[in-house]
C-alpha cells in the first residue's frame, strides 16, 4: 500500500498537472470503485481543481463548490498519467479521470479490487474519511509520546495502526524501526523515554528522507514505481540478505498477509523472534539466537 512518501511524490506530480485545471469527465470501469452517491459523481465534472492533498494514505482532490475527491489506493491501486482520452486498460483498468490537462488512469492489478472512490461535499464530511492518525512530521516529541502510550501494542501495531499513526504501512514501518534499533515486538508501554526520542526521530528522518528521494527520483515525470520493495532499503522485503549495518542476516515474521523483516543484530540483541510458520514446523529446534541460527544452518552471505 502506497505510504506517506509514495503519496507525497504522487501529490507533487499531480499538483503541477491538475491544479487550477477542469475536472471534465470521471469515467468509471469498474461499478464497485465507487462507494459513494451523494453527491452524484457526475456533480465533479467540469469543476475546477483547488488543491491536492493528502488524508492519511488518500489522496484528495479539492474540487470547486466544496467538493472532495477522496481516491484510496489499497495495497495494489497505481496511478498513470497519460494524454487526454486515454483509453482505460481492459484487465487492469478501474477508472479515468479526464482534466483539460491530461488523463488521469487508475489500475489495479490482481483479482481483489480493493481501491475505493468517494465524493464527498464539505470538509465535515471529509473529515469523516480521515482515520485520525496523528500526523508525526506535524507533532512534537510530547505529542506523540503521549499517542503512543495512550494503549500498549507492539510496536510494529502502533506504527501501521492509521487510527494511532497517519500514512505508515509495513513497508516504512519495517525501516523505521531498524533506523531506531528497536524490536518490532516491543510494546510501546515499556518504551523509556530515549527510545521514544529515538523512535519519533526516526520516523522524522525516514519519512522524509524517502520522501525527498521519490520526489527526486520521479523529477519533472509522473511517478512509474511506486512500490512497497525498493533495493535500497534496509531490511524491508531483504529477508536473507545481510543488514547494511551490522552484516547479519535480515529475519521476517510472518503473520497473516503480512509480514516484518527486521536485523537481530540490530534490533533484538540477537534474538530470533518466533515465527509461526517455522517455529511451529521446527518446535524445539527454532533457533533461539543468531548465532544458534547461523551455526545450524550456515551463515548465508547474501546481498
Not at 81 to 94: C, D, F, Q, Y
Request: a positive charge.
Amino acid at each position: 500500500m502506497p505510504e506517506i512518501p509514495d503519496i507525497e511524490a504522487y501529490l507533487a506530480a499531480l499538483a503541477s498537472r491538475t491544479v487550477g485545471c477542469k475536472l471534465l469527465q470521471v469515467r468509471l470501469a469498474s461499478p464497485f470503485l465507487l462507494r459513494s452517491v451523494d453527491p452524484p459523481i457526475t456533480a465533479a465534472e467540469g469543476k475546477r481543481v483547488e488543491a491536492v492533498q493528502r488524508l492519511g494514505k488518500r489522496l484528495v482532490f479539492v474540487l470547486e463548490e466544496d467538493l472532495f475527491l477522496i481516491l484510496h489506493l489499497m495495497t495494489a491501486g497505481r496511478l498513470h498519467w497519460k494524454e487526454p482520452g486515454a483509453t482505460i486498460p481492459r484487465r487492469s483498468g478501474l477508472a479515468a479521470f479526464d482534466f483539460s490537462s491530461g488523463s488521469l488512469l487508475l489500475i489495479e492489478a490482481g483479482s481483489k479490487k480493493r481501491a475505493s472512490l468517494y465524493l464527498v461535499a464539505g470538509s465535515d464530511d471529509l473529515q469523516r474519511h480521515n482515520p485520525g492518525g496523528l500526523e508525526v512530521l506535524e507533532a512534537d516529541l510530547a505529542t506523540f509520546g503521549n499517542v503512543m502510550q495512550r494503549e500498549n501494542h507492539t510496536l510494529k501495531r502502533a506504527l501501521t495502526d492509521p487510527h494511532i499513526l497517519s500514512g505508515i504501512g509495513n513497508a516504512y514501518s519495517d525501516e523505521i524501526l531498524h533506523h531506531a534499533r528497536l524490536s518490532p515486538f516491543q510494546q510501546t508501554a515499556r518504551l523509556s523515554a530515549s527510545e521514544l526520542d529515538r523512535l519519533y526521530g526516526s520516523i522524522r528522518e525516514v519519512l522524509t528522507l524517502w520522501t525527498t528521494r521519490l520526489k527526486a527520483e520521479a523529477g519533472a515525470e509522473f511517478p512509474r514505481k511506486v512500490t512497497a520493495f525498493r533495493s535500497e532499503m534496509a531490511v524491508h522485503g531483504r529477508y536473507g540478505k545481510l543488514c547494511p549495518e551490522c552484516g547479519a542476516t535480515i529475519q521476517r515474521i510472518i503473520y497473516a498477509t503480512s509480514e516484518s523483516n527486521y536485523c537481530p543484530r540490530c534490533q533484538t540483541d540477537g534474538r530470533i523472534l518466533a515465527d509461526r510458520v517455522l517455529s511451529r514446523l521446527l518446535k524445539k529446534d527454532w533457533p533461539r539466537t543468531l548465532e544458534e541460527l547461523e551455526g545450524r544452518f550456515g551463515r548465508r552471505d547474501r546481498i
